[in-house]
């Protein structure tokens, strides 16, 4: 069973910053897509960004200039920065690793954490 394990949700006030943390097992991590999802109440949950096994990082519109990707090769995790948070940016937040290992494609889920933005 591969887990993926996030961390760094929490609480914190309009304009602040939070920084999430995915651990991915070794055996996947470095052929793996990583994407970055989040599911407000009553909401589909959407695609934020995600980053390559290459290094390339794509971003939805409407978190460009606000959220960053990164993923650290050496520690198997990847990472996303979210700054000048404001109360929409609300929902719990997941990570997603995809990707192939013949014969098997694969597309896993961490449980997602909590992020709460108050006005």
């Known amino acids: 069973q591969v887990q993926l394990v996030e961390s760094g949700g929490g609480l914190v006030q309009a304009g602040g910053s939070l920084r999430l943390s995915c651990a991915v097992p070794?055996?996947?991590?470095?052929?793996?897509?990583m994407g970055w999802y989040r599911q407000a109440p009553g909401k589909f949950r959407e695609l934020l960004g995600s980053?390559?096994?290459?290094?390339?990082?794509n971003y939805v519109d409407s978190v460009k200039g606000r959220f960053t990707i990164s993923r650290d090769n050496a520690k198997n995790t990847v990472s996303l920065q979210m700054n000048s948070l404001v109360p929409e940016d609300t929902a719990v937040y997941y990570c997603?690793?995809?990707?192939?290992?013949?014969?098997?494609?694969?597309?896993?889920w961490g449980q997602g954490t909590q992020v709460t933005v108050s006005a």
């Open positions: 997603n690793a995809k990707g192939s290992s013949w014969p098997y494609d694969y597309d896993y």
């Open positions: 070794g055996s996947i991590f470095s052929i793996s897509t």
């Open positions: 980053v390559t096994s290459g290094g390339s990082i």
